[in-house]
């Protein structure tokens, strides 16, 4: 273990961020001129990127390229062209055009997408302006092949999707990053770029939408900031509340941010079990009824020294704490009388430090440290007649993950790229539940202790290749080391992506990668939850990670037409479903690995117009989906589906004055499958209304999220073999909310990095 941190230290190093030009266009007069365009190309005026200037004539934009001629175009001033090799343009001024026509009208439709480096990159701005969405989690929902499924956010065609933040992953957790994305201003954002197979110096396999924010340096010292509230109503009231604030000078920018949110859900779930033991089949019902209650703070602190124009360092804290929790359910059936209570004994807390130096010359290094804790007491009590019992457990789960990573990239002339890096994760989580009875019951059996560490080495080295205008590649291969308890895993991980410009309005793009997935830490602990007196949550210490596997072949045509034709196999897909035990009257839940899981379908992402009244987006995907485990507890299954999902969304331009819009939009998805269980169809229907002030700085926004409460599985049945299994689900997926938004200081975006803690939890 010390000669890896050893030989970690001597490559502590991270790659090299894309270098960010700056500037600022004003008139002769020094006033700044608003939605100027700003192109980046080579010296031989070969297109690298473009953006446009905001309200104070200012202007960012990623070039990985020196020197450079740059080029400033508006309809009203003079062209400006001129060379740079330094990152820092300072202000130019741009000279009025001697004769100006009067009543000129420009009728024109920007690009909906770009391929930039083999990344499909969307304008935020642009793809926002009329949007409803306030968050940057909401942001990300408006990306074409984007859906949010089950609380999770899906990319039509992949295994799943990693949201990253300018490129960077840390130990944060799913939970949290959602959190802190929901509580981050959409205005943050200044592209969004997809890529179907992600390179290694990412330290993240398979696909990943990355958050690009702009990097917030400032000519003169500047103060920024948003105040942001939020009522939702579902079944129960919820609110959030917060406050961002940025400052930025010339040489550094910090960030704080903080939002407070009282959240509180209904749950609950009708079961109908046909359950066969002993060569009888039971009739069982159970009715659960419950309800979660939570207060969240999310705080941030962040800051970024520009030591030169290629050198930065990056220092971020993220902190969630949840001071308690409530989580409730009664379950009243034929089987079973109980009361089910959780609470925190101490806050449930998790806080990420991050450390990240970007050279000027391919060279990056970084360290990540999360530390999440979760202790909480069960208390239940069985009142069914016969069958009277009561317990508390007690639940601790301790966790502390280190990640340091080092990355190289060198030109090596001619188009060709090559990259190679390191990355050494460690974690240690330390679990344990114990029983105490309150009825003279010997729970003894039940109670767990553990002591989990992880460890895991990734080394890779890759290359890029630009043969022409038209053709580039990426390619390279991961190799990792796997240990946890007496198990180890070696694996490889190739990765390729080609894209090919048939012509500006033909582009076609193929995306070949594998990754793993790991359990959780909790579904690998011994342990046993008790749900109500018929179901229980059983941990598997013996679950293997998933191996994946994934193929895309997108075509874009003109820029918006987007259809992607996609593979997916997933080797040990892991899940965790409902078994009506063969030894005993429970209802089983326990994650086990399946044999393998299959995808193959395709998708189709339409965008219209209808004059300025009407923007809308049509996304259609068809797909095939196979599942087989031949050792499910004692049974096997193989089984298969056929699935559609169609999703439309409208925005209505009302009033420019006052700026009024509106949305609509539904979705539908047939009958699914997972494993042997079958979900029954969905469909959802959405519907919002913004007022803009006129000077931009207000929002107000109503919106129906879910309107008819339909967006939930109206059934579940497990009926296979010896199971015999229904499931109702309550729902609580409609909202009504109202959102209010009052930026000062002309709020502008401020880099975050996202924390992975998608294995932390219960």
Not at 87 to 110: F, P
Not at 505 to 523: A, F, M, R
Request: proline share 3%.
């Amino acid at each position: 273990m010390r000669s890896w941190i050893i030989f970690l230290g001597l490559l502590f190093t991270t790659f090299t961020q894309a270098q960010v030009i700056t500037g600022r266009v004003t008139d002769l007069n020094n006033h700044p001129i608003e939605l100027a365009v700003v192109i980046i190309q080579t010296n031989d005026s070969v297109y690298v990127n473009s953006t446009y200037t905001d309200s104070l004539g200012s202007f960012s934009v990623k070039a990985e390229i020196s020197p450079f001629l740059l080029t400033v175009q508006h309809l009203l001033y003079e062209t400006y062209q001129s060379t740079y090799d330094s990152l820092t343009i300072g202000n130019i001024q741009l000279n009025e055009k001697s004769q100006t026509l009067s009543e000129v009208s420009v009728t024109g439709e920007r690009p909906l997408a770009k391929v930039v480096d083999g990344k499909i990159t969307y304008s935020m701005p642009h793809l926002l302006k009329d949007k409803m969405a306030v968050s940057a989690y909401e942001a990300i929902l408006e990306l074409p092949g984007v859906r949010e499924q089950s609380g999770k956010i899906q990319l039509a065609g992949t295994n799943g999707v990693t949201v990253i933040i300018n490129g960077k992953t840390t130990n944060m957790g799913e939970s949290q990053l959602e959190n802190l994305l929901k509580n981050m201003p959409k205005e943050r954002i200044q592209e969004a770029e997809i890529m179907y197979s992600a390179p290694p110096q990412y330290h993240v396999r398979g696909a990943v939408i990355n958050l690009v924010l702009n990097n917030g340096i400032s000519e003169t010292p500047k103060l920024q900031g948003q105040v942001n509230a939020l009522y939702n109503q579902g079944h129960y009231a919820n609110y959030q509340s917060g406050a961002t604030l940025v400052y930025n000078t010339p040489k550094y920018s910090t960030d704080l941010m903080y939002s407070f949110g009282y959240h509180r859900e209904r749950t609950g779930e009708d079961i109908l079990s046909h359950h066969l033991f002993d060569g009888k089949t039971y009739e069982i019902e159970q009715f659960d009824r419950g309800h979660t209650r939570l207060p969240v703070h999310t705080i941030r602190l962040g800051n970024d020294w520009f030591l030169n124009d290629k050198n930065k360092l990056s220092f971020a804290y993220t902190s969630e704490i949840q001071q308690w929790t409530h989580p409730f359910t009664s379950s009243v059936g034929t089987y079973s009388d109980s009361e089910n209570r959780k609470k925190s004994d101490k806050p449930i807390q998790m806080h990420n430090l991050a450390l990240d130096y970007a050279s000027g010359f391919g060279l990056n290094v970084g360290i990540d440290f999360t530390a999440y804790i979760n202790h909480t007491t069960q208390y239940y009590q069985e009142k069914k007649a016969g069958k009277e019992d009561a317990f508390n457990a007690k639940s601790q789960q301790d966790i502390r993950r280190l990640s340091v990573y080092a990355d190289q990239n060198h030109k090596l002339g001619k188009g060709w790229m090559l990259n190679y890096g390191t990355k050494f994760s460690f974690a240690s989580d330390k679990s344990s539940q114990v029983y105490h009875s309150l009825r003279k019951h010997d729970w003894s059996i039940s109670n767990s202790y553990s002591k989990l560490d992880e460890y895991v080495y990734d080394l890779y080295t890759g290359f890029s290749k630009s043969f022409s205008d038209n053709l580039s590649v990426n390619a390279s291969l991961t190799g990792e080391y796997y240990k946890h308890k007496e198990i180890d895993y070696w694996s490889l991980f190739p990765m390729m992506e080609i894209t090919y410009r048939a012509h500006p309005s033909h582009i076609l793009q193929l995306s070949v990668s594998s990754d793993k997935t790991y359990p959780s830490y909790w579904e690998m602990q011994n342990t046993v939850s008790y749900l109500n007196g018929y179901t229980e949550i059983q941990g598997n210490p013996d679950l293997r990670p998933s191996r994946l596997y994934s193929a895309q072949l997108n075509y874009i045509l003109k820029n918006k037409y987007i259809f992607t034709l996609y593979a997916n196999y997933i080797d040990n897909n892991f899940n965790q479903l409902p078994y009506q035990s063969s030894e005993r009257l429970v209802l089983i839940y326990k994650t086990l690995n399946f044999d393998y899981s299959s995808k193959l379908g395709l998708n189709v992402m339409i965008p219209f117009k209808a004059g300025s009244v009407l923007d809308s987006r049509l996304t259609l995907n068809g797909y095939y989906d196979k599942m087989k485990c031949d050792n499910y507890h004692d049974i096997s299954f193989n089984k298969d589906n056929l699935a559609f999902y169609a999703e439309l969304n409208n925005t209505f331009n009302i009033s420019s004055k006052p700026t009024i819009k509106a949305e609509v939009s539904g979705s539908y998805i047939t009958r699914n499958i997972q494993g042997p269980m079958t979900i029954s169809s969905m469909y959802n229907v959405d519907a919002g209304l913004k007022w803009i002030s006129p000077n931009g700085k207000a929002e107000i926004s109503l919106k129906v999220d879910d309107m008819f409460n339909s967006w939930v599985p109206k059934y579940l049945n497990l009926q296979y073999k010896t199971q015999d299994l229904h499931m109702r689900m309550i729902p609580d997926s409609r909202r009504v909310s109202l959102s209010f938004i009052y930026k000062f200081g002309d709020f502008k975006a401020k880099e975050h990095k996202e924390v992975d803690s998608s294995r932390f939890g219960k």
